[in-house]
């Protein structure tokens, strides 16, 4: 696959993945199509070196990636990623697929994606700190409130933000709330926030649920990934009257036909910080987790975990997207053959960005909101936007993700357009 000369992506890896989503956007997007070749570069990559000193004396170097997708309609903006697998080619389809659930949702952003490649699990709260610090310094020359805005991702969370705006803040000289989201509320962050992933995938399976004639009452759900997005959409279902009949995280996966009792599952994980061993339920093997039949799966965790070879076996009718990516292009291809309904990720875990961005409004302003007034209008945001997209993949035949993408690429590339090329 030609394309850029710092990644070699494969059909199926994230990178690859999103070129073929962009592929499959093309043809609906008329005269806006001669401007689609922006959409498969980043427009600026940063690649930083992270040395610390250890808890035992030790230097030791991280590498760090912040990259901005897209600043055409308005700041970058997306989550910071601590994982030991993270690369340049995973953070840049990340960011790619942020400028899409953006615009798709029409939040007055760009994209963008960070991540440090390191086990968080593997250091102190010290050692996490001075990463975090000098990440944050590193990546200073790009980030601000007005240029990009980082926010939590995968194994980051509320603290590390609050460690990153106070670095951002003590490197400009004035108090800049604004530059991060996902803080905790004594630091300018948005009640719901923490929620609102979760919230969201709740909010859009239920949309979802309706048109498909799936009733909520008793529906079997299936979770891959019980962390901040995975736990909160499974406790929402179950509140609603679903069951959550599978689970799995890293620690393993359980099983219960019945369905869960959600909170002492959640008490379990909160204690020992994964789904394994948990009482309440049967452990099976990881391989089967993708074979339980369910009216809904929620992949919640990482990125390629819906295979060719894994739609083939699935029992489910409906799949909503928590995690960003968790289907490869194989994958689609079968669950589109097998008339297995994908709601995509660039809607379907949309709630995080909107509070975000409700964040960002509220920190400009330093006027706060109610809790309230916050799910009403992430439900109000989302929903429209699903409707949106649920319409323009019913008015031209498409997937709901190529419905999304093309409701995303024409907002970009008309923007692209009109802000012209030349300084
Ligand atoms: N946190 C947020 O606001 C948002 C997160 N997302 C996406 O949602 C997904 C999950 O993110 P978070 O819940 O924030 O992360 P998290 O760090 O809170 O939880 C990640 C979960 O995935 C599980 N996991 C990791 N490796 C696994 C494996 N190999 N097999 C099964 N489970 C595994 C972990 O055990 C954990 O339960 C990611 O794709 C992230 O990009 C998307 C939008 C916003
Ligand atoms: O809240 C944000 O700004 C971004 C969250 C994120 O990284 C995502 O939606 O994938």
Known sequence: MPNLSFVSPTRNSPWGTYLSQIDAVEPYLGNLARWVETLRRPKRALIVDIPIELDNGTIAHYEGYRVQHSLTRGPGKGGVRYHPDVTLEEVMALSAWMTIKNAAVNLPYGGAKGGIRLDPKTLSMKELEKVTRRYTSEIGIIIGPQQDIPAPDVNTNGQIMAWMMDTYSMNTGATSTGVVTGKPIALGGSLGRVQA??????????????????????????????GNVGSIAAKLFAAAGAKIVAVQDHTGTILNERGFDMQNLLDHVAKTGGVGGFAGGDRIANDDFWKVKSDVLIPAALEGQISKERAEGLQTRLVLEGANGPTTPDGDAVLADRGIVVVPDVI?????????????????????????????RLDKIITGAFKHIWETSEQHRISLRTAAFVVACTRVLEAREERGLYP
């Open 197 to 226: 992933t979760g919230r969201g995938v709740f909010v859009i399976g239920r949309e979802a649920m309706r048109r498909l004639n799936i009733e909520m009452d008793g529906a079997r759900i299936a979770v891959q990934g019980f």
């Open 348 to 376: 379907a875990n949309s709630g995080g960005v909107t509070v975000s961005y409700f964040e960002w409004v509220q920190d400009f302003s330093s006027f706060f909101w109610t809790e309230d007034e916050i799910n009403v």
